[in-house]
């Protein structure tokens, strides 16, 4: 997971990841401005600042379920907030007990379909944007719903 920040559109677009030691349910983020990410207006572009989250809460998941589960992202929105003039830091966070309800919905054979919040801060603290994925959680071996 470490080598998350040489994927190429992380690469071209500056997003750099961190995995804070002995916390598999954490994820840090962050993404300067540069004049490759840069938008028609000097600030950060929409779509990096989106590209920046896509998989960070799939990831969590599947390190802290195990080989038995899928995960896929099912929809995501984001609310722009303030325009991004700076770095930009989201921090993903799954808690023990919300990784541990999923997982009993999903050994059930549950429709699981856990919804998560991001938020997109600027280094002065100022809330960027809000990012809400609905993910798709099931055991490898229970029937599709």
Known sequence: MRLVSFYPPYLG??????????DAYRIVVRM?????????FGTQFGGSLYSMCD?????ILLRNLGPGYVVWNKSAEIEFLRPGRGRVTATFHVPP???AEIRAGADRGEKVEPMLVVEIVADDG?????VTETLWVRKKDSPRT
Request: aromatic share 12%.
């Open 97 to 99: 007990e919300k990784i």
């Open 13 to 22: 677009a500056g997003v750099r990841v961190t995995h804070p030691k002995d």
């Open 126 to 130: 100022s809330l960027v944007a809000r």
């Open 55 to 59: 998989p960070h809460f799939v990831f």
């Open 32 to 40: 300067a401005l540069r004049w490759w990410n840069k938008n028609l």
